[in-house]
């Protein structure tokens, strides 16, 4: 990438050639504009000559000056409100010993379109003010707005690498909404000590727009700011059009004062729709440290602003906050307001600060990276505060903090105020919070560490390749072209680290991770806010998404209300790019002290999003993205009842947690995983409702353990309304199944069911997966294709899952798993009557590959379904174990489905733990009007790549007579 220099100041030589120039010295001088707006006109002044050495100089109200050189080294110099002074030329100075500006000064638009011959941006005008003592009025502006460099022009503008839409960069780098080279945003440039560029312009889409301009201000003595300093980058206009950057502001003076009135803003222009904003600018002050602190307000309450510009859209990299550089960390208050309006401030070469309290009081700022703010009291942040803190690379970043936040006492994060901590993009160094009594965080605030994780190609959930998406507490979803998701990481008890990002592809920040969330109490956590820890999509089609990212809590007592979330989200990809995996989030609270208290009605979520989403035309993924892991101490979160979506997406972890055994179960809007192997024994009823997803992974077995690698009972009925769904999962390569016993009823409403599709044998497992790429799974039913896996199984009898169609053998790592995973098992015991108008769904999940790519699999097969029903099987739901179609349409064969009513739960208990059921099939069934399906389904192509239709009825034991009752 090639880098672009600047042109100091020194460097710069200025050749001025001056007309009609009558030097005065040592006189009073008004402007009259009688010969035109040149100051160097003779004529423009009275008396008649052009100002001198000495000269006092006034500027009245209503006047329109154009300097073009650098003035006489004045008396001083008085601009009143109205006027208007432009400057051009970038050794155009206003020279005097008194200056006091009430009107407006400006300067020239920046023309500059290219690097000059040595790569250097050379600028052309800025605002210079030299001599000893400058006074802006409450009417006056030095406004230097829209005068930096134009669209596709400056050292940070994207235009010169491909970039379209992409924001302008400054203090960092621009916006972008797109993840293409189109969209990205510029690069950072200049010394934030001594800011000097003007700002750059947006990307080159015509509808982008210029940068702010530059302020210089030498002073010998005081600056006594009433008025606004101004360099903003301006807004795109209508669709695409990026934002230009702020631009700079470098005050060098004895002592500063000023009023809640005075204002120096840098802030980045907005993008427009699918458009990045631009970067902050660069702010820098320099005072003598000696005089500043005599001075009665050594803190004058000037309003500072280097804002990015934002996006009407979210965007995929938003820029932080532009740069205030102070000699010290004198401004550095214990009460921090709005004073510090989006700025990083950077106090010299101070790495820490040590106030005895700190509030933050509508304050939006941020820190150096590395910052250790070790605060002796409480740390308060209200009125919509805002605080940024950034992880420095450490050498072991599991050991030691990127930055650290210590308070002696409370950390209180008040409504609608945030802490943003970002963890090094490329080490992993996180943000530490160490609070030795409470964190209380109120409803609308709290943390966010949204794509604040590892960058593109970094973290060790990175997948191999560009197409996976990136793991952490669960493996992110495969990409095209074989085993190539990003893997799981990390302690589940402990999760210090970021999230991953997306492989590596291009140089653009694409697909962050999640970031870290890590807080330590003395005392109580109360958590009425948000805990966000996301990872992101950042990119255009094809992209995968960043890995969810840490939470970690540890404290003496947990609260928090039903407003209070902490989330680790996966990231959805686009296109053929993976998902990305479920974060980790743990909370670690004193068991002993906690038990007194009510259980929160926090919710939890570290979702890891389906897809790539089944398309006609797309890839999608065989392996889909993990959830993440919850940890907790102990069981007090598991209630009988678990609604208000507690848990939305959440593999549990906690210690010793193999069984439980609650009096009843009641889930609604609550989505979580329990432990592999786990045992579920409800001693009454079972309600799964609306929302409800309850996951049950089998455990691996051996033969002389059985075919039940985890367990559901239920000592009363179980219900499943609309929007409830039980998962039972098989396991990936032993085939060990969920075995669900009712002792009374199962009712299932339309819109619910047991859902067991495609959680059946994964690729390359199984007796039936299928001899090649372009042959289907077989189970029940033959699969399609020339080599078909084999039958297994009995008819009356499945307890199997189906198998997976067959692997491409062309592509690292050595196969290709496009071949669709078989149907799950499902294994359903109940002592009284199943009213199923729902759905019992033991189908394969479809096949993979991308049309025209060379990965095109076979469908797997259908799985099982086996209904022991001590009644009958009533109501108009479907029980469906159909083959899977491929990508070729060559499809898998179908499953198994086999329905026993009328069997007592001591029978049926007897055959399942026994050698199976010896049954011939039932002359009839009339309670139930639903459909039993083991279809495989025929494609367009040939008719050898159909499978063939698996099996399925009704059956009584051997030598029996079925009665319905």
């Not at 959440?650 to 809007?669: C, D, E, K, Q, Y």
């Amino acid at each position: 990438m090639k880098t672009y220099a600047m042109l100091s100041v020194a460097a710069r030589v200025a050749v001025v050639v001056l007309v009609g120039y009558y030097p005065r010295v040592g006189h009073g001088a008004t402007w009259t504009g009688a010969g035109g707006t040149n100051w160097n006109d003779a004529a423009n002044w009275e008396p008649v000559g052009v100002p001198g050495t000495g000269d006092a100089v006034t500027i009245g109200s209503g006047a329109s000056v154009l300097l073009t050189n650098a003035t006489a080294e004045l008396a001083a110099l008085e601009i009143a409100s109205g006027a208007t002074l432009t400057v051009k030329g970038w050794q155009s100075a206003l020279r005097a010993t008194n200056l006091l500006i009430a009107g407006t000064v400006t300067h020239g638009p920046t023309l500059t379109e290219a690097v000059n011959e040595e790569g250097l941006w050379v600028p052309e005008h800025r605002i210079l003010i030299q001599g000893s003592n400058l006074t802006v009025a409450a009417t006056g502006k030095l406004d230097a707005n829209y005068m930096g460099y134009r669209r596709m022009c400056g050292p940070g503008s994207p235009a010169p690498f491909g970039g379209v839409r992409g924001g302008a960069g400054h203090a960092t780098d621009g916006g972008y909404c797109r993840g293409d080279a189109y969209s990205h945003g510029g690069f950072s440039y200049g010394d934030p000590a001594a800011p000097e560029q003007p700002g750059s312009g947006g990307g080159s889409n015509a509808n982008s727009r210029e940068g702010g301009g530059a302020v210089r201000i030498i002073l010998a003595g005081q600056l006594d700011l009433q008025g606004d300093i101004l360099a903003e980058g301006r807004i795109g206009v209508y669709s695409h059009g990026a934002g230009g950057s702020g631009g700079s502001v470098w005050i060098t003076a004895r002592t500063v004062t000023g009023s809640s009135a005075g204002l120096i803003s840098v802030n980045g222009g907005k993008g427009r729709t699918y458009a990045g904003g631009g970067s902050g600018g660069r702010i820098a002050i320099h005072y003598q440290a000696s005089a500043q602190t005599q001075l009665d307000e050594p803190c004058p309450p000037i309003v500072y602003q280097a804002a990015y510009g934002g996006s009407d859209l979210p965007e995929f990299y938003a820029p932080t906050f532009g740069t205030l550089h102070l000699p010290d960390a004198l401004w550095l208050t214990e009460s921090l307001d709005g004073r510090f309006s989006q700025v990083t401030v950077l106090p010299g070469s101070q790495t820490g600060w040590t106030p005895a309290s700190l509030t933050l009081n509508g304050a939006k700022i941020g820190f150096p990276t590395g910052f250790q703010l070790d605060v002796g009291g409480d740390v308060v942040i209200s009125n919509k505060a805002v605080l940024h803190l950034t992880a420095a690379p450490v050498g072991d970043p599991l050991a030691q903090d990127g930055a650290v936040v210590a308070a002696g006492g409370s950390l209180n994060i008040g409504a609608g105020c945030w802490i943003h901590p970002y963890a090094d993009p490329t080490n992993g160094a996180t943000v530490a919070f160490y609070v030795t009594n409470d964190i209380v965080i109120a409803a609308t605030g709290g943390i966010d560490a949204n794509a604040k994780g590892y960058s593109f190609g970094a973290g060790p959930g990175v997948a191999p390749t560009i197409y996976g998406g990136g793991g952490y507490g669960g493996r992110g979803a495969m990409g095209p072209y074989g085993l190539l998701w990003g893997p799981a990481y990390g302690s589940a008890a402990a999760p210090r680290q970021p999230g991953s990002g997306r492989a590596k592809s291009t140089d653009f920040k694409e697909s962050p991770g999640g970031g870290a969330i890590r807080l330590r109490a003395g005392g109580a956590v109360v958590l009425d806010g948000e805990l966000h820890a996301n990872g992101t999509t950042e990119g255009s089609a094809h992209t995968p998404g960043g890995s969810g990212g840490g939470i970690h809590v540890v404290c003496r007592t947990f609260q928090g209300a039903a407003t209070g979330l902490a989330s680790a989200n996966g990231a959805t990809g686009s296109g053929s790019g993976g998902a990305g995996g479920g974060g980790r989030i743990a909370i670690c609270y004193d068991p002993g002290a906690q038990a007194s208290l009510p259980v929160p009605a926090v919710r939890f979520s570290a979702y890891a999003p389906p897809g790539p989403l089944p398309s006609v035309n797309e890839y999608y993924a065989t392996f889909e993205a993990q959830m993440g892991t919850l940890y907790m101490p102990d069981t007090r979160w598991m209630t009988g009842v678990i609604d208000g979506n507690r848990f939305a997406s959440v593999r549990l972890v906690i210690p010793g947690f193999t069984s439980w055994a609650p009096p009843s179960l009641a889930v609604t809007n609550a989505i979580f995983t329990l432990p592999e192997g786990f045992h579920l024994d409800v001693a009454g009823d079972l309600m799964l409702g609306s929302g409800a997803r309850l996951h049950v992974p089998a455990a691996e077995t051996n033969e002389s353990s059985g075919p039940f690698g985890a367990r559901v009972d239920v000592g009363g009925d179980l219900s499943i309304g609309a929007g409830g769904w039980l998962h039972p999962a098989a396991h990936p390569t032993n085939g060990a199944v969920v075995r669900i016993r009712v002792a009374g009823d199962v009712a299932v409403s339309a819109g619910g069911g047991i859902d067991a599709s495609g959680l059946g044998y994964h690729p390359g497992q199984g007796p039936g997966e299928g001899g090649s790429s372009t042959s289907g799974g077989s189970h029940g039913g033959l699969g399609g294709g020339l080599l078909p896996g084999d039958l297994y199984g009995r008819a009356a009898w499945p307890v199997e899952p189906g198998s997976p169609g067959g692997w491409h053998a062309t592509q690292l790592p050595d196969k290709v798993p496009d071949g669709g995973f078989g149907g799950g098992a499902i294994v359903l015991q109940a002592g009284g009557t199943v009213a199923l108008d729902g759905a019992f769904d033991a189908t394969p999940k479809r096949a993979s590959g991308q049309t025209g790519g060379g990965t095109e699999g076979a469908g797997g097969s259908g799985g099982s379904i086996l209904v022991l029903a001590g009644r009958r099987l009533t109501g108009g739901g479907t029980l469906d174990a159909s083959g899977g179609l491929g990508r070729r349409n060559v499809s898998g064969g179908g499953g198994r489905i086999a329905v026993w009513p009328g069997l007592a739960l001591a029978a049926q208990d007897s055959m399942l733990e026994g050698s199976g059921g010896r049954g011939i099939p039932a002359s009839d069934h009339p309670a139930f009007a639903g459909t039993l399906l083991v279809d495989s389904p025929t494609g367009a192509h040939a008719a050898e790549v159909a499978g063939t239709e698996g099996t399925k009825g009704f059956y009584v034991v051997r030598g029996t007579v079925l009665l319905v009752r």
